[in-house]
C-alpha cells in the first residue's frame, strides 16, 4: 500500500466499497421497515378505532343482535389493538344483556389470552360479574382476586378487593371475606376504609 494517505485511503475505500455499501443498504433497509411497520400499525389502529365507533351505533341504539355481530367482528379482526380489547368488552356486555352469560364469558376469556396489561382487570371483573350472575359467588371471587393482582392503580386494587369479600361473603365464606375487608380497613385515608370498618363490624357480628 502506498505511503500517501490519502491515497491509501482511496485504495481502501476502493476494495472495501462493496461491503461498505452492502452494509448502507442493509442499515437503510432495516430503516424502511421499521418506518413501514410503523405506519401499518398506526393505520391499523385508526381502522380499528373507526371500526368500533360504528359497531357501537346499534348498542347505543338498542338493536342488541346486531351490535353483538358488529362488536363481534371488531374483536376478533383487531384483538391486539385497544379498540379490539373495548369491543370484547362491550360484546361480553351486549352477551349479558340479552342472558347469553356463558357466550359472555366465553367471549372475555378469549380477549383476556391478547389483552394488554391496561385491560386485564377490566375483562377480568367483566368475568366476575358474569360469574355473579350465575350465582357462582365463589368464581366470582376468584376473578376479582385477578383482577386486584392484575391492577395498576391502588383504588382499582381495592375496589376488585372490595367486590372479592362481597362475593366471598354471599358465598357463605365469612371468614376469607373478614380478612379481606380487616386489610381494608387499615388502609388510613383511603376511601374504601369507611365500609371496611362496616362489613368487618357485620361480619363480626355474625360469628
Given at each position: 500500500?502506498?505511503?500517501?494517505?490519502?491515497?491509501?485511503?482511496?485504495?481502501?475505500?476502493q476494495?472495501?466499497s462493496?461491503?461498505?455499501l452492502?452494509?448502507?443498504?442493509?442499515v437503510?433497509?432495516?430503516?424502511?421497515?421499521v418506518?413501514?411497520?410503523?405506519?401499518?400499525?398506526?393505520?391499523?389502529?385508526e381502522?380499528?378505532?373507526?371500526?368500533l365507533?360504528?359497531?357501537?351505533?346499534?348498542?347505543?341504539?338498542?338493536?342488541?343482535?346486531e351490535?353483538?355481530?358488529?362488536?363481534?367482528?371488531?374483536?376478533?379482526?383487531?384483538?391486539?389493538?385497544?379498540?379490539?380489547?373495548?369491543?370484547a368488552?362491550?360484546?361480553?356486555?351486549?352477551?349479558?344483556?340479552?342472558?347469553?352469560?356463558?357466550?359472555?364469558?366465553?367471549?372475555?376469556?378469549?380477549?383476556?389470552?391478547?389483552?394488554?396489561?391496561?385491560?386485564?382487570?377490566?375483562?377480568?371483573?367483566?368475568?366476575?360479574s358474569?360469574?355473579?350472575?350465575?350465582?357462582?359467588?365463589v368464581?366470582a371471587?376468584?376473578?376479582?382476586?385477578?383482577?386486584a393482582?392484575?391492577s395498576?392503580f391502588?383504588?382499582?386494587?381495592?375496589?376488585?378487593?372490595?367486590?372479592?369479600?362481597r362475593s366471598l361473603?354471599?358465598?357463605?365464606?365469612?371468614?376469607?371475606?373478614?380478612?379481606?375487608?380487616?386489610d381494608?380497613?387499615?388502609?388510613?385515608?383511603e376511601?374504601?376504609?369507611?365500609?371496611?370498618?362496616?362489613?368487618v363490624?357485620?361480619?363480626?357480628?355474625?360469628?
Open positions: 500500500m502506498s505511503d500517501d494517505p490519502i491515497e491509501s485511503v482511496t485504495t481502501w475505500f476494495v472495501n462493496k461491503p461498505i452492502m452494509a448502507v443498504g442493509a437503510a433497509a432495516t430503516a424502511a421497515a418506518m413501514l411497520y410503523r405506519s401499518s400499525t398506526a393505520s391499523t389502529r381502522k380499528a378505532s373507526t371500526a365507533y360504528e359497531a357501537q351505533t346499534p348498542y347505543v341504539q338498542g338493536k342488541l343482535p351490535a353483538e355481530k358488529a362488536l363481534g367482528n371488531v374483536a376478533t379482526r383487531y384483538a391486539s389493538t385497544a379498540a379490539g380489547q373495548q369491543a368488552v362491550l360484546l361480553a356486555q351486549v352477551l349479558f344483556d340479552q342472558n347469553k352469560i356463558d357466550d359472555g364469558l366465553k367471549a372475555l376469556e378469549k380477549a383476556l389470552g391478547s389483552s394488554s396489561a391496561e385491560f386485564k382487570p377490566t375483562i377480568e371483573a367483566l368475568i366476575a358474569g360469574y355473579e350472575q350465575k350465582k357462582d359467588f368464581k371471587a376468584e376473578h376479582y382476586a385477578k383482577a393482582s392484575a395498576q391502588k383504588s382499582d386494587k381495592y375496589s376488585h378487593q372490595a367486590s372479592q369479600a361473603a354471599t358465598a357463605g365464606k365469612t371468614a376469607d371475606a373478614l380478612k379481606i375487608w380487616e381494608l380497613a387499615k388502609l388510613d385515608g376511601p374504601i376504609q369507611q365500609e371496611a370498618n362496616v362489613r363490624g357485620e361480619l363480626v357480628a355474625k360469628k
